[in-house]
Nanobody
Framework: VQLQASGGGLVQPGGSLKLSCAAS????????MGWYRQVPGKQRELVAG???????YYADSVKGRFTISRDNAKNTVYLQMNNLKLEDTAVYYC???????????????WGKGTLVTVSS
């Protein structure tokens, strides 16, 4: 199982970006998926998560600005980021609690990070 994230880039404050993360491989079931972010010198933090029943979670710092969604047919999770702020600059990582076909339970998978830079 692999997670491939894309969509990062440079954007001005107030702008928008949409991140995508596609899971591939021999997958039996995808439970939760989410996005984390990390800046140098700080711990990785959960930004948003979505369950297999489409329950969502958002960090207080992004509520009302970010929207997480998933397309189960494509095994893909998205993060729509609007009204971006300087402090949103970070490397964003996709995470999935995914049950491979060969396993009896879900396992944690991480995608390679994608850099989001908010700068004027």
């Amino acid at each position: 199982v692999q997670l491939q994230a894309s969509g990062g880039g440079l954007v001005q404050p107030g702008g928008s970006l949409k991140l995508s993360c596609a899971a591939s491989g021999s997958i039996k079931y995808i439970n939760q998926m989410g996005w984390y972010r990390q800046v140098p010198g700080k711990q990785r933090e959960l930004v948003a998560g979505i369950s297999d029943r489409d329950s969502t979670y958002y960090a207080d710092s992004v509520k009302g600005r970010f929207t997480i969604s998933r397309d189960n047919a494509k095994n893909t999770v998205y993060l729509q980021m609007n009204n971006l702020k300087l402090e949103d600059t970070a490397v964003y990582y996709c995470h999935g609690d995914i049950q491979p076909s060969s396993a009896a339970y879900g396992m944690n998978y991480w995608g390679k990070g994608t850099l989001v830079t908010v700068s004027s």
